[in-house]
C-alpha cells in the first residue's frame, strides 16, 4: 500500500469523524445604511451608522419582531428568514478632501452551522451580539490579490483590521455565539444570554453550564470588491467589527429545518443550502459569486427612505461621520433615554474612549456639558461605549498623521499590535467566502499524521 493510499485513507477517516455539521448559506444585499440599533436603542438613535441587511423593515429604533414577521420584501434569498444583521458602516476616508465615503458592499452571506437533530431554534424576538474583542469571534478580513494602493492619498493610520493595500476583494467575517442560556431572548449588552463553545477552534465544540443550549452558529461574512486601500474606518472608530443579530424566523418553522436538513459540512460551506427545505429566490442554487451578484438585484425590495423614516441626517460623503448616543432627530419621536436595561460597549474588554471620525476639527453641535459628563461615568465593562463619545478632538493641520492614527482607534498602539496579531488581516478564502481556518488546518493535519502512523 503506497503513500498517497494511506493519505486518503486517513483523510476518509478523519471526514466520517469530523463532518457532523450542516450548513446553510444565505446572501444579501446591504438593505440601507441608518444611524440605529433596534437590539441596543429602542427609543432613540444609535451612536454610529450601522450597514443593515435582511427583512425590508422600518429599521426605526423601535422595530420589532413582530415588525420583521410583517415586513414585505427582504434583500436576501430566503423567504423564510426575515432576520436582521448589522455591523458598523465603512467607511473610505479622503485625508484631501476630508470626505468619508461609505464603502460599498458587494454582497453579504450568512452561514448556519449546527448539528442536526442536537440544535435549538433562535426562539421568536431573539437578538445577540458578537464582538471582535472577543477572539472566539474569529473577526478577520482576508486580502485578495493584495497590490499597492493607487489612490491620489494613500496616507492611513495603522489598522488592526483594514490593510493598506489595494486588495481585488476584501472579505470580512465575525462569528456569533453558538450557546445560549435557555432563558432569554436579550441581555443588557446583547452578549451575555449566550456564549462561545469551550474550545476555540471548535465553533459547535461543548456549550459552558452557564449557556448549556446550542443554536446554530452564525458566521457573518461581507466583501468589499476592488478595495482601494489606503485610509478605511469603521463608523464606531473600532479597529475591530461587531455584528448584530436579530431573529426573525418562526422558531417552529426553523427547528423543523434544524431537525430534518442535514448535509456534511465540516463548517461554513459555499455549496450546501438545504435547498429542500428551505424556498430559496434564486433557485435552482448553484456556487459562485458572480451567479450571486447576477441573480441577487432582481429580488431586491423597494429602497428605504430612511431620511423620510428614521432620520434626516446625511450618512454618506460627510466630512463627520454622524454619532452620538440618543441625540440627533428621529422623525416622528422626541428623542428619548437609552433604556435601562441597556448599557453601551460593544467591547469585551475596552475602557479606552472610540472617536468615529479620522480628521475633523469641528465638534459635533447638539451635546451640552452634562450630558457629556453623564454619558462619561459609564462603566468600562457596559455595552457599547464607544457610542457615548459624540465629540471629535480638535486637530491642527501640522498633526494630521498622529490625529489620524489616534482618532481612528479606540486602542493603544500596543493593543492594536496585540490584536493583529490575534486577528490580523489576512486569511485563506474561498472564493464563495468559506473560511480556511488555520486551528482547522492544524487539527487536520496532526489527525492524519497519527491516523499514518498508525495504519503503517
Request: hydrophobic residues 30%; proline residues 6%.
Amino acid at each position: 500500500m503506497d503513500v498517497s493510499t494511506l493519505f486518503i485513507g486517513a483523510c476518509v477517516m478523519f471526514c466520517m469523524q469530523h463532518a457532523q455539521a450542516t450548513s446553510i448559506k444565505m446572501d444579501y444585499f446591504p438593505l440601507a445604511h441608518v444611524r440605529t440599533d433596534p437590539v441596543l436603542h429602542t427609543s432613540c438613535l444609535s451612536g454610529h451608522v450601522h450597514t443593515f441587511y435582511g427583512v425590508n423593515a422600518s429599521l426605526r429604533p423601535e422595530t420589532s419582531y413582530e415588525d420583521m414577521r410583517q415586513a414585505k420584501g427582504n434583500s436576501g434569498n430566503v423567504k423564510e428568514n426575515k432576520s436582521l444583521y448589522w455591523h458598523p458602516t465603512i467607511y473610505m476616508y479622503d485625508p484631501d478632501s476630508k470626505i468619508y465615503t461609505i464603502a460599498p458592499i458587494a454582497f453579504a452571506s450568512a452561514y448556519y452551522v449546527f448539528k442536526t437533530g442536537q440544535t435549538r431554534a433562535f426562539p421568536d424576538g431573539f437578538q445577540m451580539i458578537a464582538s471582535g474583542r472577543n477572539t472566539k469571534a474569529r473577526a478577520n478580513a482576508g486580502c485578495v490579490d493584495p497590490t499597492p494602493c493607487t489612490r491620489t492619498n494613500c496616507a492611513a493610520p495603522k489598522h488592526a483590521f483594514f490593510p493598506s493595500t489595494a486588495c481585488s476583494e476584501l472579505e470580512m467575517e465575525i462569528t456569533f455565539p453558538s450557546c445560549w442560556d435557555g432563558k432569554n431572548l436579550n441581555s443588557s449588552n446583547g452578549m451575555d444570554h449566550v456564549a462561545y463553545s469551550l474550545e476555540a477552534e471548535d465553533v459547535l465544540g461543548t456549550c459552558p453550564p452557564s449557556h448549556p443550549i446550542a443554536i446554530p452558529h452564525i458566521e457573518l461574512f461581507f466583501r468589499i470588491y476592488d478595495y482601494k486601500g489606503g485610509a478605511y474606518v469603521f463608523s464606531d472608530g473600532e479597529q475591530l467589527p461587531h455584528a448584530d443579530y436579530f431573529s426573525g424566523w418562526n422558531a417552529t418553522f426553523l427547528q423543523s429545518v434544524l431537525d430534518n436538513c442535514k448535509n456534511p459540512s465540516f463548517e461554513s460551506s459555499p455549496d450546501n443550502w438545504c435547498e429542500n427545505h428551505l424556498t430559496f429566490r434564486d433557485a435552482p442554487k448553484q456556487e459562485g459569486d458572480k451567479i450571486i451578484m447576477t441573480k441577487l438585484p432582481g429580488l431586491q425590495p423597494e429602497k428605504l427612505d430612511t431620511q423620510s423614516i428614521v432620520t434626516p441626517e446625511e450618512v454618506d460623503n460627510v466630512k463627520t461621520i454622524p454619532s452620538g448616543e440618543c441625540l440627533g432627530t428621529l422623525v416622528g419621536a422626541t428623542q428619548g433615554t437609552p433604556r435601562s436595561a441597556v448599557t453601551t460597549t460593544h467591547c469585551v474588554d475596552c475602557t479606552t474612549p472610540t472617536s468615529n471620525t479620522i480628521d475633523e476639527e469641528d465638534e459635533i453641535e447638539n451635546e451640552n456639558e452634562d450630558e457629556e459628563e453623564n454619558e462619561n461615568e459609564t462603566e468600562p465593562e457596559e455595552e457599547d461605549e464607544e457610542e457615548n463619545e459624540n465629540e471629535t478632538e480638535p486637530e491642527e493641520a501640522d498633526e494630521e498623521e498622529n490625529e489620524i492614527k489616534n482618532n481612528a482607534s479606540g486602542v493603544s498602539e500596543e493593543d492594536k499590535d496585540d490584536e493583529k496579531n490575534k486577528n490580523g488581516f489576512t486569511t485563506e478564502t474561498s472564493d464563495s467566502g468559506a473560511r480556511i481556518n488555520p486551528l482547522t488546518l492544524t487539527s487536520l493535519i496532526g489527525i492524519i499524521s497519527v491516523s499514518l502512523f498508525h495504519l503503517l
